[in-house]
């Protein structure tokens, strides 16, 4: 059988989450019933190997029906965690069936590792609405889309709206987003169909997002390195953010905080390199989100710390009050317009367009990194002893610790060196880190207690402070006694 194999193409969106509430509000949108507009009724299969090699990939394979003649589809990952999907997608139609496309030479030609058979994973049914938008100087291409995930034994609905460029500036993307978000909530999305359904498979959506390890070339640029790193945090926190406000997970909301920090700490990372192009507003509305969960987070872990002495109806009431707090931030305007002023800068801010004129040293990811990594810890040797801080002080050093734990889970597989080296090296730093916490809790649990209206538990006081900074002060010797993983 002859192949045809429709070129290879970037294809670059941006996908919206919105609900149905929204959906119907965009549909009724002047601008989106225009004469030309269309609707499809689509079908798709989507297939994997039995061990689910593409989707560990990060790639997709799948057969589409409802467009004539069934259109086989291959999309292999690219830049998808801060909302701008671009990556390369291959499609061909099939003549002969189904079975006999599976295993068609391009798949094989595009994915010469896959050596297992390939059979159906799950499906997604579609009514899709195309409509053809004119923003500014670009050409948009707006698909509303509604659909179900179905595997065995379960099924999910979704709507969300994908922004794909024709022509013109990526920027009209992110322009058009917020022109929707002032008539009906949009949130940026992080996810592709075929994700969604290999979490519904997983059932991954019943738990917190964790930071997934970045897949980074050996000769990746400091460009690639901060881009990956900032879109997977924002990719973290997306993920995370729909458990806090739907079921008030503990752990989402941790793990939220994480994704928040993270990105932080990598653009701490990255100064140098980012230098005046950091928009003034992105860091203090960082900064607001984190503190918006605070509240909520800090009881969290008294309960977790303390169990049955803290589980009294005010501590539950107080509970309930502090997530209210926060899922109200976190629908509001402003964290939504927040999400869409990162996606947008991480995607094609202006710190991207200085780097080709830049000095090597900021070019290069491993230098930048390694200067980055340095005066992390430096910041923890220079502090002295902990014993001899007070409490302000060891803060600074537990920021300091955080920002280096961050960055080195992160881009320690850059640098060469014995994998025993880096491993003792950040589970030392680990160590670190969780003892200056349990210092932490110690410390800025009174005044909780106290607002909580609570007697102090057993347990707590000075005895147990000093014992905690003796073990926090260890932790923090044996790190510096280690060589580091990046010289």
């Not at 609707?39 to 409802?66: F, M, W």
Request: contains cysteine.
């Amino acid at each position: 059988m002859e192949h045809r194999l429709m070129a290879g193409q970037e294809e670059v969106e941006l996908k919206l989450d919105v609900d149905a509430a929204a959906m119907a509000s965009f549909l009724a949108l002047p601008m989106l019933r225009d004469p030309a507009s269309r609707e499809q009724h689509l079908h798709a299969i989507y297939y994997d190997t039995p061990d689910r090699d593409l989707g560990a990939a990060g790639a997709s394979l799948r057969i589409r029906h409802g467009e004539g003649v069934p259109l086989q589809t291959l999309k292999l990952p690219g830049g998808s965690a801060a909302g701008l999907f671009a990556r390369g997608e291959w499609s061909w139609p099939l003549a002969g069936g189904e079975e006999a496309a599976l295993d068609e030479p391009p798949v094989r030609a595009l994915l010469p590792g896959l050596n297992a058979g390939l059979a159906p994973l799950f499906e997604i049914r579609v009514v899709r609405r195309l409509h053809d938008v004119i923003h500014g100087d670009a050409r948009i291409e707006a698909s509303l889309d509604s659909g179900e995930i179905s595997v065995a034994g379960a099924s999910r609905a979704f709507d969300e709206v994908e922004l794909e460029l024709k022509s013109g500036s990526p920027a009209a993307l992110f322009d058009l987003a917020r022109l929707l978000d002032g008539i009906a909530p949009v949130r940026v999305g992080v996810s592709s169909k075929a994700e969604r359904g290999y979490r519904l498979i997983a059932g991954r959506d019943a738990g917190p997002a964790k930071a997934e390890p970045l897949a980074l070339a050996d000769d990746a640029t400091a460009a690639q390195a901060f881009g990956a790193a900032a879109g997977a945090c924002l990719r973290q926190f997306r993920l995370n953010e729909p458990l806090v406000m739907a079921d008030w997970h503990a752990g989402a909301l941790h793990q939220a905080r994480v994704a928040l920090r993270r990105l932080r700490s990598t653009i701490a990372l990255f100064r140098p390199m980012l230098a005046d192009h950091l928009p003034a507003h992105l860091d203090g509305e960082l900064r607001w989100l984190a503190g918006a969960m605070a509240r909520a987070r800090a009881i969290d872990v008294l309960i977790a710390r303390h169990g049955d002495d803290m589980l009294r109806r005010s501590v539950l009431e107080q509970r309930e009050a502090a997530y209210v707090a926060a899922i109200g931030a976190l629908a509001g305007a402003r964290s939504r317009a927040l999400l869409l002023d990162l996606a947008e800068w991480i995607s094609i801010g202006a710190w991207r367009r200085p780097l080709s004129d830049a000095p090597s040293d900021l070019m290069d990811a491993r230098a930048v990194i390694r200067h980055g990594l340095r005066r992390f810890r430096r910041r923890i040797k220079r502090a002295g002893p902990l014993d001899a801080l007070d409490d302000a002080g060891r803060h600074k050093v537990r920021i300091a610790v955080k920002k280096l734990r961050y960055a080195s889970d992160m881009f320690a597989p850059l640098f060469e060196g014995p994998h025993k080296a880096r491993r003792d090296f950040l589970r030392a730093l680990a160590t670190l880190s969780d003892r200056l916490g349990v210092l932490n809790d110690i410390v800025t649990e009174p005044g909780l207690i106290a607002d909580l209206g609570l007697p102090r538990p057993a347990g707590t006081g000075e005895p147990a402070l000093r014992s905690a900074i003796g073990d926090a002060e260890d932790a923090r010797l044996a790190l510096l006694a280690i060589r580091p993983f990046w010289r």
